[in-house]
């Protein structure tokens, strides 16, 4: 009988370690990692990505670029035979990176996030198995997110679950007037990140996280770099432990109410506590600096829309880049 109990190695990579040690938490989060990280789905993961409509992936296309991408389905596109094992029944939209890396072998993260309840749930895994109508993925990884700084959301069909045809697909080298725009008045967005493989020290390959807050919480600091700030969380690191092995990051934005995808990816810094830029933004405890080298506007591309309900009481906890500039200023002043 497969052991469902707590594992006894490190769920941790050198790199989600080595933050961990910086902050001096390293021996507290191995015990954490070890209950909360596992290898299977619990029951309860099981069911709640049954019940979808739409869920995250992170990939690496052949160039090694991070790309973040959203699957939809009628709720039931994804169901869980077992806790090893998950089974999608979708392939991604029209023009998404996804489509050059769904491919036997590949080792993908997923994020299940349900903005009306503001539950999330994290798997990672290889893919062992595609099809013409969907791909089978071997869970490696396991855990929950807690359900800070996502925003209440509803969610609606406007047309059928399997239109997934963009209306345009527009190739972008840094951020257009548009693209800025839609950075500007984001309160969420997804962020993929990977390492390479390093069998037996916590390995997951590609991964999906998500970041929140207030309008505003993202900066753009110029036409292919934004600084985007990292708050409170559970203190796994896997989204910043990767990036410390391998500065590669894809980020998503999703147009909530017209459905446009903007997808970004390039190379990542760590911004670190003391950093000027970061002491006067309320809530800040480190940042990290996207460089954009390449990105895909996807018009249209999904067939569901949201409808704002609610803020997060911890996004609201939080400060704006124009805030912590006029902060800033008056101290200067």
């Not at 059928?160 to 693209?179: C, F, V, W």
């Not at 569901?304 to 002043?333: C, H, I, M, V, Y």
Request: charged share 25%.
């Amino acid at each position: 009988m497969d052991n469902l109990g707590p594992r006894d190695d490190s769920p941790f990579h050198a790199g989600e370690r080595s933050v961990q040690e910086r902050l001096g938490i390293g021996e507290r989060m191995l015990g954490i990692g070890q209950r909360a990280i596992r290898t299977w789905m619990p029951e309860q993961h099981q069911r709640f990505f049954e019940q979808l409509p739409f869920i995250l992936a992170g990939s690496v296309d052949g160039e090694g670029r991070p790309w973040a991408s959203v699957l939809v389905g009628q709720p039931g596109f994804v169901q869980a035979p077992d806790a090893h094992r998950l089974e999608f029944s979708a392939r991604p939209i029209e023009g998404d990176p996804l489509s050059q890396a769904l491919v036997p072998d590949a080792r993908l993260g997923f994020l299940g996030i349900e903005l009306h309840t503001r539950r999330r749930n994290r798997v990672n895994g290889r893919v062992v198995q595609v099809g013409a109508d969907g791909f089978t993925l071997a869970v490696e990884q396991s855990t929950g997110n807690c359900p800070r700084y996502i925003q209440g959301r509803e969610f609606e069909w406007v047309r059928d679950a399997s239109d997934l045809r963009p209306r345009s697909i527009d190739a972008l080298t840094s951020l257009d007037d548009e693209a800025r725009a839609a950075v500007a008045r984001a309160d969420t967005l997804f962020v993929a990140t990977a390492v390479p493989q390093q069998d037996g020290d916590g390995d997951r390959g590609a991964d999906v996280s998500h970041r929140g807050g207030r309008a505003g919480f993202i900066k753009i600091e110029d036409d292919r770099t934004l600084l985007v700030p990292d708050y409170a969380g559970n203190h796994f690191f896997m989204t910043l432990g990767n990036l410390q092995l391998n500065p590669r990051a894809g980020v998503l934005f999703i147009d909530f109410d017209s459905g446009d995808l903007l997808s970004l990816t390039g190379s990542a810094e760590l911004v670190w506590d003391g950093a000027p830029e970061l002491q006067a933004f309320e809530g800040a405890e480190r940042a990290w600096r996207l460089r954009i080298e390449s990105g895909l506007r996807l018009r249209d591309a999904l067939p569901l829309r949201w409808k704002f309900r609610d803020w997060s009481p911890n996004s609201l906890a939080t400060g704006t880049w124009e805030e912590a500039q006029s902060k800033r200023q008056a101290e200067q002043d």
